[in-house]
Nanobody, 119 residues
Framework: QVQLVESGGGLVQPGGSLRLSCLASGITFSISTMGWYRQPPGKQRELVATITRDGNTNYADSVKGRFTISRDNAKNTVYLQMNSLKSEDTAVYYC?????????????WGQGTQVTVSS
């Protein structure tokens, strides 16, 4: 059974920082592309950042220079370090895994963790 469990969300003031973690099980983590997406209130889910098995990263323009995605294959964990947070970063943040198997890529999602940026 595949599980992606996010942690680290919460309430933070504008300009503050948070680090999200996502622990994966049930997949071969080291060969999976991992990502973070978010869904702001009343809006659609959007890409935040991804990291490939080789460590190549991709970021949404809105978070470049403020957020950093990283992975620890020994711990089956992907992280999202969020600095200089803004009110518009308020959203539910979801961990994502794109797991290749038998010539097909299977996509999995975590349950999400709330991040609220407010004074």
């Amino acid at each position: 059974q595949v599980q992606l469990v996010e942690s680290g969300g919460g309430l933070v003031q504008p300009g503050g920082s948070l680090r999200l973690s996502c622990l994966a099980s049930g997949i071969t983590f080291s060969i999976s592309t991992m990502g973070w997406y978010r869904q702001p209130p009343g809006k659609q889910r959007e890409l935040v950042a991804t990291i490939t098995r080789d460590g190549n990263t991709n970021y949404a323009d809105s978070v470049k220079g403020r957020f950093t995605i990283s992975r620890d294959n020994a711990k089956n964990t992907v992280y999202l370090q969020m600095n200089s947070l803004k009110s518009e970063d308020t959203a539910v943040y979801y961990c994502n895994a794109d797991h290749p198997r038998d010539g097909t890529t299977f996509r999995y999602w975590g349950q999400g963790t709330q991040v609220t940026v407010s004074s």
